[in-house]
Nanobody, 126 residues
Framework: QVQLVESGGGLVQAGGSLRLTCTAS????????MGWFRQAPGKEREFVAA????????TYADFVEGRFEISRDNAKNTVYLQMNSLEPEDTAVYYC???????????????????WGQGTQVTVSS
């Protein structure tokens, strides 16, 4: 079992930056692919970014357009999402997800992740 706790959300003006952090419990974090997803009000949850267990493969949603960067520190059981040039359309609850996934490329489908955090709110004002 993996427990995930997100932090770092908040209110920021358009064009600003935030860094989300997801800290995992358990000794086998380095085996897990990690993903970030988001859900805006009235919309379905969508994929944002994912990183493979060894950080050799990173995947982003098209709408990221080079603005976000996912990274991980296996020694700290932590994955990060650095978000720059934020837009009001980025307003959403952001969720961290984990899955014991050995493939080279991390999954981008939320149905492939079995472990989820509680979410952290990101609000971007115009």
């Amino acid at each position: 079992q993996v427990q995930l706790v997100e932090s770092g959300g908040g209110l920021v003006q358009a064009g600003g930056s935030l860094r989300l952090t997801c800290t995992a419990s358990g000794p086998t974090f380095s085996r897990y692919a990690m993903g970030w997803f988001r859900q805006a009000p009235g919309k379905e949850r969508e994929f944002v970014a994912a990183i493979s267990w060894g950080a050799f493969s990173l995947t982003y949603a098209d709408f990221v357009e080079g603005r976000f960067e996912i990274s991980r520190d296996n020694a700290k059981n932590t994955v990060y999402l650095q978000m720059n040039s934020l837009e009001p359309e980025d307003t959403a609850v952001y969720y961290c997800a984990a899955e014991d996934y050995a493939d080279y490329n991390p999954p981008t489908n939320q149905n492939e992740y079995n472990f989820w955090g509680q979410g952290t709110q990101v609000t971007v004002s115009s």
